[in-house]
């Protein structure tokens, strides 16, 4: 097992130190490839898409919409259990997702002067679902899942197909379970700029959310001028900050959990011993599993298990600001308290970041990339739209005019006033 730093935080390098912060990043061949994909798409449509398709996929499709009867087929052929999983994390995501609702608003600012907020949800939106190296249902329930409970009127998933160019049955089931309205075989780069831009078979989309790679995560950003997005979310993410007294098996297993995603997953822990750092390591080497080259890869280029605690180790949590925060400490709602950037966190010895990935009902699609500084997880907020309004009396207007045209004059805005004074002629 290779990491791409150990040892205490004190002693890394700056470049070392400034290499685990900065994980992720566009990469250029991300950025030529993207940018190919996008001007593919933009051009020749669906034509594009098949031709991608086969190409990144292996597959070869006759049609790019997968039909509602084969979400349901695949939903009788999975185990009773399996189903009954999907809809038991459906229901703890839809329940904490309403929870969330907010309320449209309207007060009386002045005498005679109202204004208010409505909350509108979005007409489409599009959700990327991962595939490729595994399916994940999971992402379809907390994509669709929030969308649906805001009120959005369609909900389009994008997947990626197997080589058979059929998307597998748990992500279909899914698909059934939470309410989705379309399904597309496409997945990647492409997928994403086809609901962005629309093509005969696919609809432009509102609002494009959900994670993926570096592929997708720059195609995301390359459309945020043209259709909304969540966050320019890329491959998963992991920090555990421990105490004394946390059990190193539990530390490595957080890391590993996370750094099976993708080979560009970031995986950190911070302790305060260099005994429970070995023992962290041990653990890891122990525990690499079947998908060991995915593991060991993603460590190599973002892993780090450094030594450091109080306020250093709170200063590095917060300078990292992880999708997952993993808090393995005595009394973690008191270091959670002491901490302000992260996507999600996971308190305690039995609060484990796979819980969250699938049942616990806050949503598992995140900001990764330091982005937990000024992005949240997804939610039901995603999905809303809040416009204003106001509505001024005769009588409102008459006192406020004289404080817009003042500072329409401050700004050098005459006609600004002179639709106040048209008005206040009128009386």
């Known amino acids: 097992m290779r990491l791409l730093a150990t040892g205490p935080l004190r002693m890394l390098s700056p470049g070392l130190r400034q290499k685990v912060l900065e994980r992720g990043g566009l ?3 991300v950025a030529r490839d993207v940018g190919e994909i996008a001007r ?5 449509g ?3 898409l098949r031709e991608l398709t086969e190409r990144f996929d292996g597959a070869r499709l006759a049609t790019l919409e997968v039909p509602r009867a084969e979400w349901s087929a695949a939903l009788a052929r999975l185990p009773r259990d399996v189903q009954e999983a999907l809809r038991a994390a459906h229901a703890n995501v839809e329940r904490f997702h309403r929870a969330l609702l907010p309320k449209p608003v309207e007060v009386e600012v002045a ?3 109202r204004a208010g907020r409505r909350v509108l949800p979005l007409g ?6 991962p595939g490729g190296r595994a399916a994940y249902p999971s992402t379809v329930i907390m994509t669709a899942t929030p969308a649906k409970v805001a009120g959005v009127r369609e909900v389009v998933v994008a997947t990626p197909p197997g080589k058979d160019g059929k998307v597998p049955d748990a992500t279909l089931a899914a698909c059934a379970v939470a309410g989705v309205d379309r399904v597309f075989a496409v997945g990647g780069a492409q997928a994403v700029f086809a609901l962005a831009f629309g ?3 696919i609809p432009r989309v509102d609002k494009i959310v959900g994670p993926g790679n570096a592929w997708v995560a720059a195609a995301k950003a390359a459309v945020a001028g043209l259709v909304a997005i969540d966050s320019p979310a890329g491959p998963s993410e992991v920090l555990v900050l421990a105490d004394e007294a946390a059990d190193p098996e539990w530390i490595a297993r957080e890391m590993l959990a996370q750094a099976e995603h993708d080979p560009r997953a970031a995986c950190v822990a911070l302790v305060p011993t260099p005994a429970l750092a070995a023992a962290v390591e ?7 599993g079947p998908r060991r080259d995915v593991v060991e890869a993603s460590l190599a280029r973002a892993g780090a298990v450094l030594v450091a605690q109080g306020e250093e180790a709170r200063a590095f949590a917060d300078a990292y600001a992880p999708e997952h925060l993993v808090v393995l400490t005595r009394e973690p709602r008191a270091t959670l308290d002491s901490l302000s950037n992260y996507g999600s966190a996971f308190l305690g010895p039995w609060s484990s970041v796979a819980l969250g990935d699938y049942c616990t009902g806050p949503n598992h699609v995140l900001p990764t990339m330091g982005l937990a500084r000024g992005f949240s997880g997804l939610s039901v907020d995603d999905f809303l739209r809040r416009p204003t309004h106001q509505e001024a009396s005769r009588d409102a207007l ?3 005019a004289p404080v817009a045209e003042t500072l329409a004059a401050l700004e050098g805005l005459p006609n600004h006033a002179a639709a106040l004074r048209a008005r206040r002629e009128r009386e």
């Open 111 to 113: 005498p005679g002067l």
């Open 199 to 201: 093509t005969d078979s």
């Open 40 to 44: 593919a798409v933009r051009e020749r």
């Open 398 to 400: 008459r006192a406020l």
């Open 282 to 288: 041990k653990e890891m080497e122990r525990a690499l």
């Open 46 to 48: 669906d034509a594009a």
């Open 124 to 129: 489409r939106v599009g959700a990327y679902v």
């Open 27 to 29: 990469e250029p061949e």
